[in-house]
């Protein structure tokens, strides 16, 4: 996948990617290629902003630096503005853009872009959540983030992307890790059992359980089975009580 980001400050991503995204772009499993927006002025102070039209708080991002940016790159693909007005981010996103092989991210900054550029080059709009923040540099970090743990190669465990919160309507739940009892503080009994079907059926209710404390929004659209049900009812008495 080649990676695309048009920026005024793209030195902010420079240093989002570690770990697993970072090896992503080290292995070459795919590329990113950030482009620095102040590099495209057209005019002697090296501004990319001019104050707006009709009035108003704040600077636009001009449409000409903005154009010859993009035109600098060979295929930039599906292009995305990072946008408080875009539609909000999520999982089914996430992997949905995980299967494009050319995407160029466009960050605002300041009062945001000029109309004109969005119209004629922006395929989609994108927020990261109902807030505003400074500058859309933090925002393609966290889509791009979001979208390299979807790209094969990129997570070993495939499993484990599939089982994240979000990828099946629910959350994960509880994880827990050494020592089994911690100053009186224990792991659940049946993760130490070595059962693997008692502790797949636990690690199920608890998912449901935590997604139903957590977000009953979410747990309201899951079409459980008998079976779920059962297990819920089963583990979830247990679950409360540890929580009470
Ligand atoms: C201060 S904001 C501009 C907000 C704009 N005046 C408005 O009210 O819609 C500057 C830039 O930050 C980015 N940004 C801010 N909030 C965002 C969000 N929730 N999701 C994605 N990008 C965001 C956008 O690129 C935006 O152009």
Redesign the pocket.
């Known amino acids: 996948m080649n990676i695309n980001v048009i920026a005024l400050f793209p030195e902010i991503l420079q240093s989002s990617f570690k770990g697993l995204t970072g090896k992503a772009f080290k292995e070459n499993i795919a590329k990113l290629n950030l482009i620095d927006l102040k590099k495209f002025s057209n005019n002697d102070y090296g501004s990319v902003d001019d104050a707006p039209y009709g009035g108003g708080e704040?600077m636009v991002l001009g449409i000409e630096p903005l154009e010859t940016s993009l035109k600098t790159i060979k295929k930039p693909g599906h292009v995305i503005?990072?946008?408080?007005?875009?539609e909000v981010f999520n999982q089914k996103k996430a992997v949905e853009l995980s299967q494009l092989e050319d995407v160029t991210f466009v960050?605002?900054?300041?009062?945001?872009?000029d109309q004109r550029f969005i119209d004629s080059y922006v395929d989609e709009e994108?927020?990261?959540?109902?807030?505003?923040?400074?500058?859309?540099e933090i925002?393609a970090s966290v889509v791009i983030d979001a979208i390299l743990r979807n790209i094969d190669d990129v997570i070993g465990n495939k499993d484990s992307v599939n089982k994240d919160s979000h990828s099946e309507g629910k959350l994960k739940g509880h994880v827990f890790t050494r020592p089994s009892d911690y100053k009186g503080k224990k792991v659940p009994d049946v993760l130490l059992s070595g059962d693997h079907e008692k502790v797949n059926e636990w690690k199920l209710a608890n998912s449901l359980w935590v997604t139903r404390e957590k977000r009953p929004d979410l747990f309201k659209q899951l079409q459980l089975s008998e079976k779920e049900m059962i297990l819920l009812r089963h583990y979830g008495d247990f679950l409360k009580k540890k929580h009470d």
């Open positions: 704040g503005c990072l946008t408080p007005q875009g960050c605002g900054r300041y009062e945001g872009i994108i927020s990261i959540g109902d807030y505003v923040l400074s500058g859309g925002a």
